[in-house]
């Protein structure tokens, strides 16, 4: 156990170096593309492995949102950016989010999102319930009079598993389930003046392995083979496998992968009524 707490840790130090690190990128008129590129290099340089790729999700996109290969998108004034990154070391992972609006220090969605995960850490010990948190978390957000996203959640952590049990939904529920000591848990707040949910677009820039199937592309098996190995099973960016195909060949292979059920696919997940949302994300080991 005392190994298993030393990653812990390591994928700790390397997430507060990072969070620096990205804080520093985030600027106007800076690509996207640049900023998970030199994000995801650091990471690696620091020993760490990446638990998924570097969320950049803007505006009324809440999550799933990764640079696509030669991404145009850049940071405007204004812009609500939420980076979301996870660092492993040999699979105990380390989940971490947060949120800025270019050009402006204050704003009461990212406000609310961290007073709310902040009020979450504080009852967090073994024993509590997850609809106490949940309770917790809603009342913080409507404090501020705005609505947490209903159906997004916090969640547990796992060895080479960046969503566990239990969910700890953003709004008030009757989950029974208690928190366990030794348990590594990510609260996860989304807030929004908008409906409060969010819904799949048709953008899909992210993916995960899920299972060996026969499939016909040699491009799709070697990406199957690569995000099995490589990528340990863990989610990775439709960039991370450019160099074994590109253009409409990746996109088949890829949808050939999604359609027989080897990979699962991530979609961008927006704000229904296109408001802006704000995220905050915190790991911890419950004691």
Known sequence: MDEIIEKYENAKKISDKILEFVRDLIKKDVKIIEIAEKVENEIKKMGGGLAFPLNISINENAAHYTPDIDDPTTLKEGDLVKIDFGIHVDGYIWDRAFSVIIGNEKNDLIEASEKAVENALKVIKPGIKVCEISKIIENTVNEFNLKPIYNLSGHGLERFVQHAEPSIPNCKNNIQYEIKEGQTIA?????????????????????????????????????????????????????????????????????????????????????????????????VIVK
């Open 187 to 283: 609260i996860e707040v989304f807030t929004t003046k908008g409906i409060g949910l969010v819904k799949e677009s048709s953008q899909v820039l992210i993916y995960q392995y899920e299972r060996e199937k026969p499939v016909r592309l040699w491009e799709a098996r070697k990406i199957l083979e690569k995000a099995r190995n490589e990528f340990h099973g863990l989610p990775f960016a439709k960039r991370w496998v450019k160099e074994i195909a590109s253009g409409i060949k990746l996109d088949l292979a890829l949808k050939q992968l999604v359609e027989s059920g080897a990979l699962r696919s991530y979609p961008v997940l927006k704000e229904e009524s296109g408001a802006l949302v704000a995220q905050t994300e915190e790991t």
